[in-house]
């Protein structure tokens, strides 16, 4: 059981004491990252994954994407300035 996010960020280990049954708590940095992740919680660990961490997003990905003259793809899941606004 994982849980991902910018309050998974937040609480990291907390979370875990206040869910005992989680395997994961991964901070969006992370994200990307995933597979690595599940390789290590194969054997039965638990792991908080929150630091804080430089991320540099592929450059493809991190282009706007404007397919429309009044809509655009807006990346949220890094940068969070936690007023859940979007």
Same mark, same amino acid.
């Given at each position: 059981?994982?849980?991902?996010?910018? &309050?998974?960020?937040?609480?990291?280990?907390?979370?875990?004491?206040?869910?005992?049954? +989680?395997?994961?708590? +991964?901070?969006?940095?992370? &994200?990307? $990252?995933?597979?690595?992740? +599940?390789?290590?919680?194969?054997?039965?660990?638990?792991? &908080?994954?929150?630091?804080?961490? +430089?991320?540099? #997003?592929?450059?493809? $990905?991190?282009?706007?994407?404007?397919? /429309?003259?009044?809509?655009? $793809? &807006?990346? @949220?899941? $890094?940068?969070?300035? #936690? /007023?859940? @606004?979007?």
């Amino acid at each position: 059981l994982i849980v991902t996010g910018c &309050v998974a960020q937040q609480e990291g280990e907390a979370l875990l004491r206040k869910v005992p049954e +989680l395997d994961v708590v +991964l901070g969006p940095q992370y &994200v990307p $990252f995933l597979s690595n992740v +599940l390789e290590q919680i194969e054997w039965g660990n638990q792991l &908080v994954a929150t630091a804080p961490m +430089l991320y540099k #997003e592929d450059n493809a $990905f991190a282009k706007p994407i404007r397919g /429309h003259s009044v809509r655009g $793809f &807006v990346n @949220t899941i $890094f940068g969070c300035n #936690e /007023h859940c @606004t979007y």
